[in-house]
């Protein structure tokens, strides 16, 4: 019984972080619904611009047609008729859609604001998977990362754009998916999950894939030892995971092919839209989510990931190589929310209309991951590199600030991210100094021990990496 019960205890002890990761964000966002007197809890309901003009009409004729069997290519609900099918593949095609037959007729809204919190809630599990998976370490703090991510500024943003979330929800699977294609030859995570990443919206995926292309390139470049073997299965399995969900795209692109959407128009000449400094301003806490049309991405994802990212750069664990390549590309992400022709680009080949940086969330992905591994290779920071990484942390948010537009970054938002920063740098200087002092206790101790009792020796070195783990769970 003992054993067994042992057992059990590190079972749910190993599943905490994941379980963790997927309830923080499932709770916080019921506390907003409270707050904001959501039904059950209130009057109110979370549409939103076009989810209460189109989503819900559109979800309320597909509950319909599952449960009354009409059919999924044309409608007679819309205006005079409408083809069904395109509309189906853009705004209705997300898997979990189909839960709608549990949905009792007059509870469409319920149905969807419980949507939006589960596929948040599922983005922060499956990013806290990609953790666990990619660094082979179950720490608790997992738990703290996924729910950053879950409850980034796309989330902030676009949680309203309910069709969009399934490829944030997935991005996380796809990612590991394809590390696993080319380190290990396992195929199947891949394929699926971008199956069904470009299923469920087709125009998100357009900027999950290239992010695939770039991830692929710099994973290969540091497993050169998988050879043109990885190559072939990325190609493969890629174009495997299109032709499945080409059962959607290729109607869609027939209607498209009809509408103004058909035309592509090459920016003639690079633009800026705003200042790089300025727009890393956007990663202040409290800062606005952004839908206008000038092209403010919303990048939030943390303060800490600022002081941790720097961190990352100066850490004498991680190699030279690693901090290259996800350095030039954090800085090709920022680079691209700035710039027209990236801009483009990423938003397949189309400039949006209104609701900037639509791939925000691969760049809160990519930047967490970062400041993930620079908090599990802490060993490798010195106390310099504190002091040197909240210097420039905070004098990056200072000029930041200098630079910014009063509505896009305000005084308050400016405030708020130093005290936070400031509070970051204070505990990992304590942590340094508490380490050094304990330690140096422990040498004196042993000193003066060295001839007698060993048992005083060990709780003396338990005690240094007691107060070493505290302060790392406050960190």
């Given amino acids: 019984m003992k054993r067994e019960k042992k057992l059990q205890n590190q079972l ?7 379980i963790a990761s997927f309830f923080l964000p499932f709770f916080i966002l019921t506390v907003i619904c409270i707050f904001h007197d959501v039904y059950p809890f209130g009057e109110q309901c979370i549409l939103h611009i076009d989810m209460y003009h189109q989503y819900c009409p559109f979800f309320t004729e597909l509950m319909d047609k599952i449960k009354h069997g ?9 205006g005079l008729g409408a083809d069904f099918i395109s509309l189906y593949a853009y705004y209705l095609a997300s898997p979990l859609n189909w839960l709608l037959l549990l949905c009792p007729q007059n509870h469409v809204i319920e149905f969807m604001t419980l949507l939006v919190i589960l596929k948040i809630s599922l983005a922060g599990l499956f990013f806290g998977y990609y953790l666990k998976e990619h660094f082979e370490k179950n720490h608790a703090a997992i738990s703290i990362f996924a729910t950053a991510y879950a409850l980034c500024g796309f989330s902030a943003a676009y949680a ?3 069709m969009w979330l399934d490829c944030m929800m997935l991005a996380p699977l796809v990612v590991l998916g394809l590390e696993q294609l080319i380190k290990e030859k396992k195929v199947l995570l891949y394929y699926i999950s971008l199956s069904l990443c470009i299923i469920s919206n087709y125009y998100i995926a357009i900027m999950v894939c290239i992010f695939q292309v770039i991830w692929f390139v710099i994973t290969w470049l540091e497993n050169k030892e998988t050879g043109i073997g990885a190559w072939i299965r990325f190609a493969i399995y890629s174009l495997l995971a299109g032709g499945t969900g080409a059962i959607l795209i290729i109607p869609e692109a027939i209607t498209l092919g009809a509408s103004g959407s058909q035309n592509i128009s090459f920016p003639d000449t690079m633009e800026w839209y705003f200042n790089i400094i300025a727009e890393l301003g956007r990663h202040s806490v409290m800062t606005e989510p952004y839908t206008g049309k000038d092209h403010w991405p919303n990048i939030y994802c943390g303060v800490f990931v600022l002081l941790l990212f720097v961190l990352y750069l100066f ?13 030039l590309l954090a800085a090709f992400f920022v680079i691209s929310f700035s710039n027209n022709i990236l801009d483009f680009i990423w938003h397949g080949m189309h400039f949006p209309d209104s609701l900037p940086g ?7 992905f990519l930047m967490l991951a970062v400041s993930y591994e620079a908090f599990l290779h802490f060993k490798g920071t010195r106390f310099l590199d504190v002091i ?10 200072a000029v930041s600030y200098h630079f910014s537009d009063g509505t896009i970054l305000g005084e308050s938002a400016a405030t708020a991210t130093y005290v936070f920063l400031g509070s970051y740098i204070v505990v990992l200087l304590i942590y340094f100094y508490a380490e050094e002092c304990i330690l140096e206790d422990v040498v004196k101790k042993d000193w003066k021990d060295q001839k007698g009792d060993q048992g005083r020796t060990e709780k003396n070195h ?9 302060f790392r769970i406050i960190f």
Wanted: proline share 2%; aromatic share 16%; charged share 20%.
């Fill in 315 to 327: 850490n004498r664990e991680i190699s030279w190589k690693k901090k290259l390549s996800r350095g």
């Fill in 160 to 162: 309203w754009d309910i």
């Fill in 388 to 397: 040197a990484a909240g210097v420039a942390s905070v004098g990056l948010m």
């Fill in 70 to 78: 009409g059919s999924m290519f044309y409608s007679w609900n819309i």
């Fill in 358 to 364: 639509r791939q925000t969330f691969l760049y809160a």
């Fill in 12 to 18: 749910w002890k190993e599943r905490m972080p994941l």
């Fill in 462 to 470: 338990a005690l240094v990496w007691l107060c070493s783990d505290a």
